[in-house]
């Protein structure tokens, strides 16, 4: 299982204060020092954590691959084919959300995201699709030419959360509020069948599969024992915890729970 680790969180706290504190690039050498197998950063729109100079300055100095999700928008696609990461994972982005809300909706974007699909792979670039666990999404991936999903687990997460802690994993997320405890349980053993389902359909038509958003110490078990899944990429949870431990204890935790 490969683990990557989600450093926009270290921006997010720097651009609060608009000064070079935290320095990110401490973090990018802190997190592959102690078990990062991959690098994940998110360039958005709005630049509202990491920066384009961001982008140049850990493609240069990364000792891992660099998986850089972006959008669909044509020149924030024309900046990852600049900087050639290792992987570019398409998500979408709205500008009033706080993080990524859902899966990339391929349907109604079909145009757009095959064009970005398109240009990146001659930019050899390999391309993910950020999406939901569903098995049209997995033959839609397919058909449009990614070479990689990542399946959105934060309904996963969501469910997960309420049963555990009677807190949803999200503020934003009132459908779950309004569960009973039984049908709390239900529905997290349906999301995850769900996210098995896709996996292995995925697999089955070649794509290599990821997953990602809300994992945390508690719950990214469950996803461990998806022998599909080869990657997760985690970002809130650690960095939230290295706030009491250290970027390097929780990122080593974090490897360690992974790892199979
Ligand atoms: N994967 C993707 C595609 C994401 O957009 C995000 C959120 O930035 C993550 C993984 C990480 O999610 P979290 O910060 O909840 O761990």
């Not at 450093?7 to 608009?18: K, M, P, S, T």
């Not at 390999?126 to 049209?136: A, C, G, K, R």
């Not at 719950?219 to 985690?234: A, F, S, W």
């Amino acid at each position: 299982m490969k683990l990557g680790v989600n450093i926009d969180h270290v921006a997010v706290l720097r651009e609060a204060r608009e000064v070079n504190d935290p320095d990110i690039l401490q973090a990018l050498y802190v997190a592959c020092q102690n078990g990062a197998d991959q690098i994940t950063i998110h360039l958005r729109e709005d630049r509202r954590h990491i920066q384009d100079i961001d982008v140049k300055n850990i493609m240069m100095l990364s000792k891992v691959p660099v998986n850089l999700e972006c959008s669909i928008n044509k020149e924030i696609i024309d900046i990852v084919c600049e900087n050639k990461p290792h992987r570019a994972t398409l998500v979408p982005e709205k500008r009033q959300e706080v993080t990524t809300e859902g899966g990339l909706d391929l349907f109604s974007n079909e145009t757009y995201v095959k064009y970005a699909i398109d240009k990146l792979n001659a930019a050899e670039i390999p391309v993910s699709l950020f999406v939901d666990p569903s098995i049209e999404a997995m033959k839609k991936s397919k058909e449009l030419g990614a070479q990689m999903v990542e399946l959105h687990t934060g309904h996963f997460a969501n469910l997960f959360a309420m049963l555990n802690s009677a807190l949803p994993y999200s503020n934003h997320s009132v459908k779950e509020l309004e569960l009973s405890r039984s049908e709390l349980e239900k529905g997290l053993q349906q999301e995850i069948e769900k996210i098995k389902e896709a996996a292995k359909l995925a697999n089955e038509l070649g794509l290599e599969v990821a997953a990602g958003h809300g994992l945390n110490y508690h719950n990214v078990d469950n996803m461990v024992n998806i022998p599909e899944i080869i990657e997760l990429n985690i970002g809130q949870s650690i960095i939230a915890r290295s706030v009491f431990t250290g970027l390097d204890k929780a990122v080593q935790e974090m490897k360690r729970l992974t790892s199979r």
